[in-house]
Structures are given as C-alpha cells and as structure tokens.
T-cell receptor, first 114, second 109 residues
Framework: DSGVTQTPKHLITATGQRVTLRCSPRSGDLSVYWYQQSLDQGLQFLIQYYNGEERAKGNILERFSAQQFPDLHSELNLSSLELGDSALYFC?????????????FGPGTRLTVL | SQQGEEDPQALSIQEGENATMNCSYKTSINNLQWYRQNSGRGLVHLIL?????REKHSGRLRVTLDTSKKSSSLLITASRAADTASYFCATDAGYIPTFGRGTSLIVHP
C-alpha cells in the first residue's frame, strides 16, 4: 500500500459526459501528479501540482482540468468524454523536494467510456 | 516521443534466470528511476540512480547508468515467478517526469 488513495476504482460512463476523479496523497507529500495510461499511448504525464499550485503540464487535453485543494487532495475533471478517453488514470505523490523524485502511485481509476 | 524507451518490449524467461532490461533516453537528466507495475495496478518504485552514480544495488536488483550513452540497465538476478510484471524507466526533465512504454517480463515457474 503506497499511502495514496484514489476514488472511484472503476467508472463507466457515456460519451459526452463529465467525471471527476479524486486523489489523496501520502501524508506529508506536497506534490500530486496525474497520469493517463492506455494501451496505445503508454503512461502519459498529464499535470503536476505542488502545494496547491500548478507546477508542470504535460499532454493534458483542454477538456481536462485539475486542481489541488488546501488539504492537498486533488481532483481531475474530464469533460465531453470521448471513447478514446477510456484508460487507467493514476495519481502519484512525492515528498516536498525541488526536483522530480520518487513517486508513490495510487491504485488508479479505470475509466470506461461507452 | 517518449524521453525514456525500454528495450526489449517483452521478455520471457524461466525462473532462476537473470533478466536484463535497458532504457535509453534523449536529454540530460538529474536522476533515473525504475518502476514496476503488476497488471492493472499502480506503479511501484524500485530504485533511483542519480546522474553522478554509475551503479546501484537493491536486493536482487542492479541498476547501471551510462550518461555518456544516455542509457540505463536493470538486472534482476535469480528471477522468480512473482517478478512477472511490466518494468518502466522514468527520467526527469526539470519537473516533468517521463516514462517509457515499459518492458513486459514473464517469468515461467
């Protein structure tokens, strides 16, 4: 158990819908990362937050947005869902260091868009 | 394209054999990490090697780093069926972590 929690575990929804994925980092970790993992694209970095502020942005679509709240939990919002958004979404957290360091991954949310 | 690329894509061995996976990357790094992922589960951190280190050990794992060739290797000695998983290398480019597509390792009992 990494100490990172993600809810829900599974999500099945229809095209055009909007969903929210939630992540709670390990106690003491200030950084939260979001990743998308699909069979054809591999593990893609989406976005990172550090202590409530956006720190780095990867291949995140405009239909997707995220935020980190004062209690350090984070939410990833996916809207206008398409079939191709079906994937595993992982959240990871890392200790408060300046550069990328060891990340602790949550169990993931499996999103299926029908 | 991916910063880190693992090779081979898939590896199938017998229990007790050694497994070697390679990772190549393109730009300068501060550190390189290896992670393991069991099917459909979250990634688990295995080992981190910094750019000024050449070799690191952790149990049955041995990681090497050659910054002149921009490559790293992960060796798992005396493999076990429980080592069956996908293995990813991750490099940093500033604050952005970049993962390769992974090597799928199958260890047959």
């Amino acid at each position: 158990d990494s100490g990172v929690t993600q809810t829900p575990k599974h999500l099945i929804t229809a095209t055009g819908q909007r969903v929210t994925l939630r992540c709670s980092p390990r106690s003491g970790d200030l950084s939260v990362y979001w990743y998308q993992q699909s069979l054809d694209q591999g593990l893609q970095f989406l976005i990172q937050y550090y202590n409530g502020e956006e720190r780095a942005k990867g291949n995140i679509l405009e239909r997707f947005s995220a935020q980190q709240f004062p209690d350090l939990h984070s939410e990833l919002n996916l809207s206008s869902l398409e079939l191709g958004d079906s994937a595993l979404y992982f959240c990871a957290s890392s200790p408060p260091v300046l550069r990328t360091d060891t990340q602790y991954f949550g169990p993931g949310t499996r999103l299926t868009v029908l | 394209s991916q910063q880190g690329e693992e090779d081979p894509q898939a590896l199938s061995i017998q229990e007790g054999e050694n497994a070697t996976m390679n990772c190549s990357y393109k730009t300068s790094i501060n550190n390189l990490q290896w992670y393991r992922q069991n099917s459909g589960r979250g990634l688990v951190h295995l080992i981190l090697i910094r750019s000024n280190e050449r070799e690191k050990h952790s149990g049955r794992l041995r990681v090497t780093l050659d910054t002149s060739k921009k490559s790293s290797s992960l060796l798992i000695t005396a493999s076990r069926a429980a080592d069956t998983a996908s293995y990813f290398c991750a490099t940093d480019a500033g604050y952005i972590p970049t993962f390769g597509r992974g090597t799928s390792l199958i260890v047959h009992p």
